[in-house]
T-cell receptor
Framework: GDSVTQMEGPVTLSEEAFLTINCTYTATGYPSLFWYVQYPGEGLQLLLKATKADDKGSNKGFEATYRKETTSFHLEKGSVQVSDSAVYFCALLSNTGNQFYFGTGTSLTVIP | DVKVTQSSRYLVKRTGEKVFLECVQDMDHENMFWYRQDPGLGLRLIYFSYDVKMKEKGDIPEGYSVSREKKERFSLILESASTNQTSMYLC?????????????FGPGTRLLVL
């Protein structure tokens, strides 16, 4: 079945460091791919998405490119801030239905 | 802005109690979802609904039931709470059609079953 695997955390970075959180997926057909972010004490919010191969989603300085050849959707940011401290979830929406599949989440802490 | 609200942020119940978790969305969305979030397991889908009075089982429906009597409200019911149902519960909604790709989440209810 469809699934998402993302790198385990926690990840701790200094402010202005480069961030990569790896995400790979297994799915039939052409799913849509997402990154959601959960700030402390809050629900999940959509960060960015990509709906077809080679699409790049971007928001708030974060980027991720839908790579069908490597079945990946890695999240990157060139210079993280303390306010980026949160849990990040990779997810896919199967093209056969309405169900989302979420990764286990990666906790990011950015220290000044 | 889309708003999804959940009836409680924190809840403490005893084993065997019947527990109701309520979720309301104000954007006329057709689809609504209940997840539980546990460390190391991410989000797991319990139940979802595509329309009023309609429900579908997700990946872990055992021990839970749902009710959707009105479009804006989706309730999760723990018929007899157990300690292994201690978790964070997240409700989400999405519109139908192409826009169904974006889910909007509530703030979550952290449930402790003693």
């Amino acid at each position: 079945g469809d699934s998402v695997t993302q790198m385990e955390g926690p990840v701790t970075l200094s402010e202005e460091a480069f961030l990569t959180i790896n995400c790979t997926y297994t799915a039939t057909g052409y799913p849509s791919l997402f990154w959601y972010v959960q700030y402390p004490g809050e629900g999940l919010q959509l960060l960015l998405k990509a709906t077809k191969a080679d699409d790049k989603g971007s928001n708030k300085g974060f980027e991720a490119t839908y790579r069908k050849e490597t079945t990946s959707f890695h999240l990157e940011k060139g210079s993280v801030q303390v306010s980026d401290s949160a849990v990040y979830f990779c997810a896919l929406l199967s093209n056969t239905g309405n169900q989302f599949y979420f990764g286990t989440g990666t906790s990011l802490t950015v220290i000044p | 802005d889309v708003k999804v609200t959940q009836s409680s942020r924190y809840l403490v119940k005893r084993t065997g109690e019947k527990v109701f978790l309520e979720c309301v969305q104000d954007m006329d969305h057709e689809n609504m979802f209940w997840y539980r979030q546990d460390p190391g397991l991410g989000l797991r889908l319990i139940y979802f609904s595509y329309d009023v009075k309609m429900k579908e089982k997700g990946d872990i429906p055992e021990g839970y039931s749902v009710s959707r009597e009105k479009k804006e409200r989706f309730s999760l019911i723990l018929e007899s709470a157990s300690t292994n149902q201690t978790s964070m519960y997240l409700c989400a909604s999405s519109p139908s059609g192409l826009a169904k790709e974006t889910q909007y989440f509530g703030p979550g209810t952290r449930l402790l079953v003693l």
